[in-house]
Structure formats: structure tokens, C-alpha cells
């Protein structure tokens, strides 16, 4: 099985940056995914990696370290629009599992 | 990018009656198709997972005989909720993976979700 990790909430200020970071456990690694949801709508891909390292996209960035069990997804220039959940997935050979999210709050 | 879509987008249906959703892929052939569960302020929860003209993978705790799906082409996925109850109310949403683009090799793209309320 898998075990996903994030924080169930955070609040930044727009123009900020803000990192959000997820851990997880699972056996088979085959991928590490970034969604936005806003409510009521389904997820929009944002970011993947699968080797060590930074992937970079406009306004955001993903990170993976492997070995550490680790992702975080930086949000730079942070616009009201960006509020939303943020949700971790890792893929395994079989499926993609999802965490639980984390609610991000821009404040003007 | 790759598309997926969901119908209907919102249905309210009486306990006891069945919804069937469909899940399209309007261009690419979606060799797998996922089908998600979530309910408020949760994560999506993977119900089962769908390969064309095989029978799905069902998740432990999913109920097969209540949760009818059929992946009978590779551009559609139907979902029926048989005798619905009001506990099965929630956004169910779909994901199709596959297809010629090497960037869908891996990504699963989502279709807009159902929401369903029995009452």
C-alpha cells in the first residue's frame, strides 16, 4: 500500500511564495504527480516527477527526492486565483493514490 | 492536451433507482480508465480501474455488483450506481490514461466529474 503525507492547510499572502510539501511511502515508485482542484471541479495536472531533482513550470516548481520520500511544490508569485487544494499523488505499478490535499488560502 | 468527458455533469436521482455516467476520451484511445470517488473536503478515493474490453479492477471495500463498470471501447467508460442510496452521494470523477502522445504515456487526465445526490 501507499501511505501520503501533506498539510491540511496553508495561507500566504499574493505576490509570496509558498511550498508545500508532501512524504510518502509506497513500494513500486513509478511517479510523483501535482494537482490543483478548485471545489467542485476535478484536478488539473500540474507537475510530475519521476527522477531526483527540480522540475520547473512558470510559476511552479516540483521537487523530488527519492531516496528522502520527498516532494514539495513551489508556487512563486502567488495570485488569488491560486487558491485551492493541492493534492500529492504517487503512482505504483498498478495505480495512481492520492493524499489528501492541502487547502491553500491567497490573502490579498 | 488530451480531453475527457464526464455525462451527465450533476444528477439527482431517487433511493433505490440506478444512474449510469459516462466517461468519454474525445481524442485519444484510453487504454485504462480510472474511476474516483470523493466526498466533501476529502481526497479522491480510487474505486476501480478499467482495462478496454477486460473487467475492472475493484478496489477493497468497493462493492462490483453496486458499482456496474463497463469499458466497452477505447473512447468510453460507463459508471451505473445500481439502487442508489443516499450515502452515495458524491463527486465521482473519472481519469483515462493512454493514448499516441508520448506525455500521455504517463499523465491521467481527468474529466470534469459527476455530481450525484440521491435523496
Known amino acids: 500500500g501507499q501511505n501520503i503525507d501533506q498539510p491540511t492547510e496553508m495561507t500566504a499572502t499574493e505576490g509570496a511564495i509558498v511550498q508545500i510539501n508532501c512524504t510518502y511511502q509506497?513500494?513500486?515508485?513509478?511517479?510523483l504527480f501535482w494537482y490543483q482542484q478548485h471545489a467542485g471541479e476535478a484536478p488539473t495536472f500540474l507537475s510530475y516527477?519521476?527522477?531526483?531533482g527540480l522540475e520547473e513550470k512558470g510559476r511552479f516548481s516540483s521537487f523530488l527526492s527519492r531516496s528522502k520520500g520527498y516532494s514539495y511544490l513551489l508556487l512563486k508569485e502567488l495570485q488569488m486565483k491560486d487558491s485551492a487544494s493541492y493534492l500529492c499523488?504517487?503512482?505504483?505499478?498498478?495505480?495512481?493514490?492520492f493524499g489528501s490535499g492541502t487547502q491553500l488560502t491567497v490573502l490579498p | 492536451g488530451a480531453v475527457v468527458s464526464q455525462h451527465p455533469s450533476w444528477v439527482i436521482c431517487k433511493s433505490g433507482t440506478s444512474v449510469k455516467i459516462e466517461c468519454r476520451s474525445l481524442?485519444?484511445?484510453?487504454?485504462?480508465m480510472f474511476w474516483y470517488r470523493q466526498f466533501p473536503k476529502q481526497s479522491l478515493m480510487l474505486m476501480a480501474t478499467?482495462?478496454?474490453?477486460?473487467?475492472?479492477?475493484?478496489e477493497q471495500g468497493v462493492e462490483k455488483d453496486k458499482f456496474l463498470i463497463n469499458h466497452a471501447s477505447l473512447t468510453l467508460s460507463t459508471l451505473t450506481v445500481t439502487s442508489a442510496h443516499p450515502e452515495d452521494s458524491s463527486f465521482y470523477i473519472c481519469?483515462?490514461?493512454?493514448?499516441?502522445?508520448?506525455?500521455?504515456?504517463?499523465?491521467?487526465?481527468f474529466g470534469p466529474g459527476t455530481r450525484l445526490t440521491v435523496t
Open positions: 478499467s482495462n478496454e474490453g477486460s473487467k475492472a479492477t475493484y
Open positions: 516527477n519521476v527522477l531526483d
Open positions: 481519469s483515462a490514461r493512454g493514448g499516441r502522445l508520448a506525455e500521455s504515456s504517463y499523465e491521467q487526465y
Open positions: 481524442d485519444f484511445q484510453a487504454t485504462t
Open positions: 509506497t513500494s513500486g515508485f513509478n511517479g
Open positions: 499523488a504517487v503512482r505504483d505499478r498498478r495505480q495512481l493514490t
